[in-house]
């Protein structure tokens, strides 16, 4: 068995130098920065912690109790609010929590649909279906890639779902919260936000604040444009004491035994990072988004909403019908070293026949890059997409563009190699 061990450690190593080589477009992914990297592979991952700070079903938590305490804390301070647990393990994870916790089987819950840009949680196949709660559509502008608030608000009034989801994977403007808050009021029903993608943007005081334009809880993964480990966290700012207390016995016993211990104390870190680093962070990331949208823009690909700059995050959609669809483009595109991924857009008519790519500027950013490096990108597609240009030579000018951008920026540490495989062991094992 020596001989797996081996395998995948080479594979491991093989897939770290390839990202080391890419230009990576994926709009949810990031880079952890040394300091939370090395909690990951402490003791904390052996342990279990059940429970609360001061309230834990096993003994020796006394260290993992304050490091909860801190993560809480440094979690209600970057988001200005009062309530925070770090329990859920993930977005999705957290999204059930919430679903647990404020609807039960059969209730109707608000959601954008899957093509307009809404997280698979909304789906029948994902999270809604498992809690078996049923989706109410919110009417969609897809020039302004955002909610529909006119036709909306006769939808909720008409329907009146006791929880509406605010919150997309392909998000590229904010959302209409503060109009339709009203209806909202009107009809009873709670606002939640998935603010996954946009973590960090919100932190940085980049994108809407949801907990101070009226949605009770905001559930989020961690490792988006918030570069932190792959976690969930639920915060709360307006959510009654009974609503929060139904939270955090979603998040334990509800979806969770035990929460990553590791992955919490990592999480810590990149909370502190952010506060320290997070406002430049984001404003550089949301800068390199719409220098893309341009650039690609301006060699004639469609890119989405051109008439309000493309985007106000991390992300932009580019209709790809023209160079073969979503599938073809991306699987070109990653065969020359650039990593994005197909996209359902709005209008598609198959699910399984995606139009565009989406496109993410977190990871770049974290490297270093700026409206340069996004201009030399925008390049590199034109000749790989619309030129012809053969792949070998794209995914040259791609390595060779990554070379001057392999380190971390934007955390304590910064200057470390960003892609580095930590060999503890430091030799193979024994045949
Ligand atoms: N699958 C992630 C994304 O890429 O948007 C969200 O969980």
């Known amino acids: ?82 309530f925070a647990d770090v329990r859920p393990i993930s977005g999705t994870v957290a999204n059930l929590a919430v679903l647990k916790a404020l609807a039960e089987p059969g209730e109707l819950v608000g959601t954008a649909r899957l ?5 698979i949680s909304s ?34 009034r008409a329907v009146r779902p006791k929880l509406c989801l605010f919150g997309l994977s392909l998000f590229l403007f904010p ?20 603010g996954a993608h946009v973590l960090g943007l919100i932190a940085g005081g980049e994108f809407q604040d949801p907990l101070h334009e009226g949605c009770s809880v905001l559930s989020a993964s961690t490792h988006k444009t918030l570069p932190g480990p792959q976690h969930g966290i639920l915060l709360g700012e307006t959510a009654e004491p009974t609503v929060r207390q139904r939270l955090q016995s979603a998040a334990f016993p509800g979806v969770t035994s035990n929460h990553h211990l590791h992955a919490m104390a ?18 550089q990331t949301v800068a390199n988004a719409r220098a893309l949208g341009q650039a690609l823009h301006d060699r004639g690909f469609d890119v989405l909403a051109p008439e309000l700059g493309f985007t106000r995050s991390h992300t932009i959609a580019v209709r790809v019908v023209r160079e073969g669809g979503g599938a073809e483009a991306a699987q070109r595109l990653a065969a020359a070293g650039i990593i994005s991924n197909k996209n359902l857009l709005p209008g598609d008519r198959s699910p399984k026949q ?37 792949v070998a030579e794209v995914a040259a000018k791609a390595a060779a563009l990554k070379r001057g951008f392999t380190t971390l920026r934007y955390c304590f540490g910064a200057g470390e190699a960003a892609y580095r495989y930590y060999d503890l062991v430091g030799r193979e094992p024994d045949a």
């Open 1 to 82: 068995m020596a001989g797996a061990v081996r395998r995948v450690r080479d594979l491991t190593r093989a897939h770290s130098t390839r990202f080391e080589r890419a230009i990576p477009l994926i709009a949810s992914e990031n880079l952890l920065s040394p300091y939370a990297k090395e909690l990951l592979i402490s003791d904390l991952h052996s342990r279990y912690a059940e429970g609360l700070p001061g309230e834990r079903y096993y003994e020796g938590n006394e260290q993992v109790d304050e490091i909860e305490e801190l993560t809480l804390a440094l979690a209600r301070r970057l988001f200005r609010c009062s």
């Open 115 to 119: 093509a307009d840009g809404a997280h």
């Open 123 to 156: 789906a029948a196949f994902g999270a809604f279906g498992l809690r078996g709660v049923r989706p109410v559509y919110y009417a969609w502008d897809p020039e302004r890639m955002t909610i529909d608030v006119g036709r909306t608000r006769e939808i909720l």
């Open 175 to 194: 959302l209409p919260i503060d109009e339709l808050r009203p209806t909202l009021e009107e009809i009873g029903a709670l606002g939640w936000y998935d």
């Open 266 to 283: 990592a999480l810590a870190v990149s909370l502190a990072e952010h506060l320290e680093f997070g406002r430049e962070y984001a404003r």
């Open 354 to 390: 995606p139009g565009g790519v989406r496109l993410g500027t977190p990871e770049v950013t974290r490297l270093g890059m700026g409206p340069k490096e996004m201009a030399v990108i925008a390049e590199l597609f034109d000749e790989l997409l619309h030129q012809g240009r053969p």
